[in-house]
């Protein structure tokens, strides 16, 4: 008898380890989808559908060099003034470098190397480290702490 119990302890650890793996990896998966988005908008120029990887509120943190954004809509003026403005130029974007970690069902970290590559020929470039939350609408940046 306490063999049989042991073996089936056994079984539902490795069920429940099984389980996780799978959960797991279908977070990353989601949250790498949210990014390719991002990265997809960027090189089209749209903004607004880029702004849609962040947490719409106005609790989002961005931290780019010394400067502290706080909420949606100013992080998403902060990337209009950057960006959109006369003499300015969005670039081709991409995240080299990505790591995601899923820290729980609803909690998750990335980091990575941001890459612009610029008509002008220059390629500024950075790294960044992002919190991530699910939400019912899916997985959003709750905190973008960006560097270059």
Same mark, same amino acid.
């Given at each position: 008898m306490r063999r049989f119990i042991l073996v089936t302890l056994l079984l539902a650890a490795i069920i429940a380890s099984a389980q996780t793996t799978a959960s797991t990896s279908n977070d990353e998966a989601a949250i790498r989808a949210?990014?390719?988005?991002?990265?997809? @908008?960027?090189? /089209?120029?749209? #903004?607004?559908?880029?702004?849609?990887?962040?947490?719409?509120?106005?609790?989002?943190?961005? $931290?780019g060099g010394a400067n502290e954004n706080r909420g949606y809509q100013n992080t998403l003026e902060r990337y209009k003034k950057a960006y959109q403005s006369p003499g300015h130029e969005m670039g081709q974007l991409d995240f080299p470098e990505l790591r995601i970690t899923v820290l729980s069902p609803v909690s998750a970290y @990335?980091?990575? /190397?941001?890459? #612009?590559?610029?008509?002008?020929?220059?390629?500024?470039?950075?790294?960044?480290?992002?919190? $991530?939350?699910?939400?019912?609408?899916?997985?959003?940046?709750?905190?973008?702490h960006s560097c270059s």
């Amino acid at each position: 008898m306490r063999r049989f119990i042991l073996v089936t302890l056994l079984l539902a650890a490795i069920i429940a380890s099984a389980q996780t793996t799978a959960s797991t990896s279908n977070d990353e998966a989601a949250i790498r989808a949210v990014l390719n988005a991002q990265v997809d @908008a960027w090189n /089209k120029g749209d #903004l607004e559908t880029y702004m849609k990887g962040y947490w719409n509120s106005p609790d989002l943190i961005f $931290i780019g060099g010394a400067n502290e954004n706080r909420g949606y809509q100013n992080t998403l003026e902060r990337y209009k003034k950057a960006y959109q403005s006369p003499g300015h130029e969005m670039g081709q974007l991409d995240f080299p470098e990505l790591r995601i970690t899923v820290l729980s069902p609803v909690s998750a970290y @990335a980091t990575g /190397k941001f890459h #612009l590559k610029m008509s002008n020929g220059k390629e500024p470039t950075g790294r960044f480290t992002l919190i $991530i939350r699910k939400f019912p609408e899916g997985w959003r940046i709750i905190h973008d702490h960006s560097c270059s």
